[in-house]
């Protein structure tokens, strides 16, 4: 009888963490049966393979309580109950506050707890007292998944013997064929305050309008379009500056652009960089992280700038503007192979062991 194992994430409508979440699904499903438990309808952000059961959980059904508590309570005991009747093998949970729920709910129900966090640990929006019960609770975890070395310090030692780093894997592009470059920069994410996009847009203002050849395309959706509209017009560039929302062919974008840009103040191991380094792209972003220090080193071509020094950030841009390109295809193919057999080596030893 075929293994079930049970991803379990608060939403499937865009971010990284979701991408990482269908991949991992989508590689188990090949001998396992796979079940995607949400809450939240996806909504067509990203294409979820026929083989996968999704179950999207109720967020109210304790009207008693405020509508926070209230929400987290429904998840937990929905969550509960559906591995009650659906035992899991293995359960997996992504991210923040998916993972403590789901650790609570999945208690002497599932074989085996995992959870993956994807973010900086120390910089993430979540408030304080989550931060406070996370090691705790993490304590009945059978595995804590990192992405990077340098996260470790973040959880007390009486948890280090239950971590593993593990990188995301990223979708394979060997057919995506190399393309002409664009003079375009390109930034991807949600619209989000956490990304920046107002610091990026000052950034980029004098440097788009020395180079009227030039554009940006912001892509992504979230809260942020409308403050950022209004933004882009107060610096007039509208003609310069696309917010695109969410793009089926995000990746050929990203493909067919110069130079990535990031100014979040803190990412965990943001795909959407990674994706662009394999692609060939130069690449600019603040040292707000530990992983950006990581990354540069399997991709030299990451530029990391000290957070808040915008006149070096636009210098660096200005240099990389006007610079030849040294990356071939093969390179490109070569790093993602890599970069993949190390990713899914990792991956399928905690997932399938």
Same mark, same amino acid.
């Given at each position: 009888?075929?293994?079930?194992?049970v991803?379990?994430?608060?939403?499937?409508?865009?971010?990284?963490?979701?991408?990482?979440?269908?991949r991992?699904?989508?590689?188990?499903?090949?001998? =396992?049966?796979?079940t995607?438990?949400?809450?939240?309808?996806?909504?067509?952000?990203?294409?979820?393979?026929a083989q996968?059961? +999704?179950? +999207?959980?109720?967020?109210?059904?304790?009207?008693?309580?405020?509508?926070?508590?209230?929400? #987290?309570? =429904?998840?937990?005991?929905?969550?509960? $109950?559906?591995?009650?009747?659906?035992?899991?093998?293995n359960?997996? =949970?992504?991210?923040h506050?998916?993972?403590?729920?789901?650790?609570?709910?999945?208690?002497g129900?599932?074989?085996?707890?995992?959870v993956?966090?994807?973010?900086?640990?120390?910089? @993430? $929006?979540? /408030?304080?007292?989550?931060?406070?019960?996370?090691?705790?609770?993490?304590?009945?975890?059978?595995q804590?998944?990192?992405?990077n070395v340098?996260?470790?310090v973040?959880?007390?030692? #009486?948890?280090?013997?239950?971590? @593993?780093v593990?990188?995301?894997?990223?979708?394979?592009? *060997?057919?995506?064929?190399p393309?002409? &470059? $664009?003079?375009r920069?390109? =930034?991807?994410?949600?619209?989000?305050?956490v990304? &920046? #996009?107002?610091l990026l847009?000052?950034?980029?203002?004098?440097?788009? *309008?020395?180079?009227?050849?030039? !554009?940006?395309?912001?892509?992504?959706?979230?809260?942020? /379009?409308?403050?950022?509209e209004?933004?882009i &017009?107060?610096?007039?560039?509208?003609g310069?500056?696309?917010?695109?929302?969410?793009?089926?062919? +995000?990746?050929?974008?990203v493909? %067919?652009?110069k130079?990535?840009?990031?100014?979040? !103040?803190?990412?965990?191991?943001?795909?959407?960089?990674?994706?662009a380094a394999?692609?060939?792209?130069? +690449?600019?972003?603040f040292?707000? %992280?530990?992983c950006?220090?990581?990354?540069?080193?399997?991709?030299?071509?990451?530029?990391?700038?000290?957070?808040?020094?915008?006149?070096?950030f636009r210098?660096?841009? %200005?240099?990389?503007?006007i610079?030849?390109? @040294?990356? @071939?295809?093969?390179?490109?193919?070569?790093?993602?192979?890599?970069?993949n057999? /190390?990713?899914?080596?990792?991956?399928?030893?905690?997932i399938y062991?």
């Amino acid at each position: 009888m075929p293994k079930h194992y049970v991803f379990f994430i608060f939403s499937l409508n865009g971010g990284g963490s979701a991408k990482i979440i269908l991949r991992l699904a989508e590689r188990a499903s090949e001998k =396992s049966k796979v079940t995607l438990v949400t809450t939240e309808e996806p909504n067509g952000a990203y294409q979820i393979p026929a083989q996968i059961r +999704v179950c +999207v959980l109720s967020r109210n059904q304790f009207q008693i309580f405020p509508k926070n508590i209230n929400a #987290y309570i =429904s998840i937990f005991f929905g969550l509960r $109950r559906f591995l009650k009747y659906n035992p899991a093998d293995n359960f997996i =949970s992504f991210i923040h506050i998916a993972n403590i729920v789901g650790t609570l709910a999945s208690i002497g129900i599932a074989k085996k707890i995992i959870v993956c966090e994807r973010s900086d640990l120390q910089k @993430t $929006r979540i /408030k304080k007292a989550w931060k406070v019960i996370r090691p705790w609770v993490y304590r009945f975890a059978d595995q804590i998944i990192l992405q990077n070395v340098s996260d470790r310090v973040n959880l007390p030692n #009486y948890l280090q013997s239950k971590i @593993t780093v593990a990188p995301n894997p990223m979708k394979d592009y *060997k057919f995506s064929m190399p393309v002409e &470059r $664009r003079n375009r920069l390109v =930034s991807v994410g949600r619209l989000h305050p956490v990304k &920046r #996009y107002e610091l990026l847009l000052e950034i980029v203002e004098p440097i788009l *309008k020395s180079n009227s050849n030039f !554009e940006l395309w912001i892509c992504g959706e979230g809260k942020e /379009k409308n403050k950022l509209e209004i933004l882009i &017009r107060k610096l007039e560039l509208e003609g310069q500056v696309k917010l695109t929302g969410h793009l089926e062919n +995000v990746e050929e974008v990203v493909n %067919s652009s110069k130079i990535f840009l990031m100014t979040s !103040e803190s990412e965990g191991q943001p795909n959407a960089l990674i994706e662009a380094a394999l692609h060939g792209l130069s +690449v600019i972003c603040f040292d707000t %992280s530990p992983c950006f220090k990581e990354l540069k080193e399997e991709f030299p071509q990451i530029k990391t700038i000290q957070d808040g020094d915008i006149e070096a950030f636009r210098t660096t841009l %200005s240099e990389l503007i006007i610079k030849k390109e @040294t990356f @071939t295809y093969s390179e490109q193919i070569e790093k993602l192979d890599r970069w993949n057999e /190390k990713a899914f080596y990792q991956w399928d030893m905690i997932i399938y062991e």
